[in-house]
């Protein structure tokens, strides 16, 4: 292949689909045959069996029945029996996941918990962690149906650094019946650098064993082994740095002086991007192996906690979505609640969970360009109901079926546009683009660095997503068109407003791109989308608000009891802003 930065001829790996298939097929072979003797093979099998039911066979799933719980001390509320009985094992376990359907009450079983625990003296210091737009709701259920309780929900000035040394020794020192405090705030704590330290080296140690295995791997290219090793060093970096930390003199608090022995964590899956190590490096679909700082410090809280009791407990994180987009999402709802679990099944890391309960295949797709390759993926389960088993032993499991709740039924309609000439020109310069392997980026008016032209897909996802909601967004001369996403959506937005006008029907409307003070966009489809709604469409400007203007606590429950009056007909606003907590 020719070089186009040297123009000289360089030598390119190509995949040989065809042997790679007959590779697979003799794999599947031995395996088949692996378990044709087992089965012929008295002791072996007579081996496995009792090792299999000493480990995944010797437990049956607890029933709770919360019915015998006695809540006559809260105000207020009656609570309904899946609230019951989510109370009753959380408290009982101290600890799991809340896999609730949305609307079943998550909040109201947080505070139940924290109360109860705290006043059969099962913990000390319980904490619930939430979004920002519910840590005013989870703080004003608990003192609705408590009266009296001491609670701490401290304001976002609280956590500025002339102020975080004394809040942090004020958790510390006094006796609350629970501290509440935003994903954010929580990660201003800071951890306790022996288990950060001690959870890093495991990392470290799980990084060096793969690249030892990888690196006479012939199909691992050089770019993918530069990757892990820069992984590595950057961790050993970290690990430097928390020593160094270590040697000096500190007067703040951190999170286990604080000496909080319960912690729920609500809407859990925002902190599912946790590191892990693999050697399927090739498998698409598994994620970010690097994870997030964000998830990383949860993992460190949960190990100080679970140190403090010497077992899987005093964690209890609640969500609607534990498992949305890969197979990783699962262990790592185990990595977090049951690494002593784990440890006694000799599962130490992500390839050795998944090969006992996901199976590999690879199968020919269409990539975005419309090209046909094979690709490598987990693509089912294994062991489905050790598994399932597994997952109901630490998961209180809640669906619409088992609430007795009447809900509307939801209309989707699908608003069908066709794209502008603009449009089809810019998405067939995408193509070729793409097709170049980010090459060719004047075509898509973008000078890309080297790094940039290897993500050269990321690109072109990502300039047609900007495309196809505004040609504006990737061509900053072009025109405004009433044939865009904008203009069509005023226009049913005002429909609506009109139809349901005597009852002073309310609207949201998400947008999460061009958003108010973005610094990717000179363009404000918030505001453009209020001008038409005003000047084409004859609504009062003051019925229509951006959720973004609302900051405070205070602020965004004044514009939600505006909203439910009807006093504000439309609030426009992002997922995150807009999407939990309204």
Same mark, same amino acid.
């Given at each position: ?360 295949? =690879? $199968? ?5 360009? +419309?090209?046909?390759?094979?690709? &490598?993926?987990? #693509? %089912? !389960? ?98 405004? =068109? $009433? ?5 069509? +959506?005023?226009?049913?937005?005002? &429909?609506?407003? #009109? %139809? !349901? ?82």
């Amino acid at each position: 292949e020719l070089d186009p930065t040297t123009g000289d001829n360089k030598e390119k790996k190509v995949p040989d689909y065809e042997k790679i298939k007959k590779f697979q097929m003799k794999i599947k072979s031995i395996k088949s045959e692996w378990n044709k003797w087992i089965v012929t093979n008295d002791k072996v099998r007579s081996y496995l069996e009792d090792t299999y039911h000493e480990k995944f066979n010797s437990e049956v799933i607890r029933d709770y029945d919360g019915s015998i719980l006695d809540f006559s001390d809260m105000a207020h509320y009656n609570p309904r029996i899946t609230q019951k009985n989510g109370v009753l094992k959380f408290t009982t376990e101290l600890g799991g996941i809340g896999d609730h359907k949305t609307g079943a009450g998550k909040t109201l079983i947080m505070v139940m918990n924290a109360v109860r625990a705290k006043r059969l003296g099962l913990v000390k210091k319980p904490m619930i962690i939430g979004l920002k737009a519910n840590t005013s709701a989870i703080i004003a259920d608990f003192q609705k149906a408590y009266p009296g309780s001491k609670v701490l929900g401290p304001s976002e000035t609280d956590f500025r650094p002339e102020k975080r040394k004394e809040l942090l020794a004020k958790i510390m020192t006094n006796d609350w019946d629970c501290v509440v405090l935003t994903h954010d705030q929580f990660g201003m704590i800071p951890q306790d650098p022996e288990f950060e330290r001690s959870i890093l080296e495991e990392q470290i140690q799980a990084l060096e064993s793969d690249l030892y295995i990888l690196s006479e791997d012939k199909t691992i290219t050089k770019r993918q082994l530069k990757g892990l090793e820069k992984r590595k060093l950057n961790l050993e970096a970290r690990v430097k740095e928390i020593t160094y930390s270590m040697s000096k003199d500190h007067d703040v608090v951190n999170f286990k002086e604080m000496g909080v022995d319960f912690l729920q964590v609500d809407e859990a899956h925002e902190f599912k991007n946790l590191m892990f190590t693999t050697r399927s490096t090739n498998v698409s679909g598994l994620g970010n192996p690097q994870g997030s700082k964000k998830a990383l410090n949860l993992l460190v809280a949960c190990r100080t906690i679970q140190s403090h009791w010497g077992a899987d407990k005093g964690i209890a994180l609640f969500t609607a979505t534990p498992l949305a987009n890969s197979i990783v999402e699962m262990y790592t709802w185990y990595n977090y609640l049951q690494p002593e679990m784990l440890k006694s099944r000799n599962i130490n890391s992500f390839d050795a969970w998944a090969s006992m309960y996901a199976e590999k295949s =690879s $199968e020919f797709e269409f990539s975005v360009t +419309g090209e046909i390759k094979l690709k &490598e993926r987990f #693509r %089912e !389960f294994v062991k489905v109901p050790e598994l399932v088993r597994d997952y109901h032993k630490m998961a209180h499991v809640v669906t619409k079926r088992d609430l007795d709740v009447n809900e509307p039924d939801l209309e989707n309609i699908l608003v069908d546009i066709d794209p502008t000439p603009d449009q089809i020109d810019y998405n067939n310069r995408l193509i070729q683009f793409a097709n170049s392997q980010g090459r060719d980026g004047h075509l898509i008016n973008k000078s890309l660095s080297d790094s940039s032209q290897l993500a050269y897909m990321l690109v072109a996802t990502n300039e047609a997503r900007k495309m196809s909601t505004d040609i504006r967004l990737v061509e900053p001369d072009a025109d405004y =068109s $009433e044939q865009s996403k904008l203009g069509h +959506g005023s226009k049913q937005i005002a &429909e609506i407003y #009109r %139809e !349901f006008n005597e009852h002073k029907g309310t609207q949201f409307v998400f947008c999460d791109i061009a958003t108010p003070g973005s610094k990717t966009s000179s363009i404000n489809f918030y505001q453009e989308l209020k001008d038409l709604l005003v000047n084409d469409h004859g609504i009062p400007e003051e019925e229509i608000q951006f959720i973004h203007h609302f900051k405070t606590r205070k602020k965004r429950q004044e514009l939600l009891n505006d909203f439910n009056k009807g006093v504000v007909r439309i609030c426009i606003g992002s997922t995150s802003k807009m999407g939990v907590g309204v």
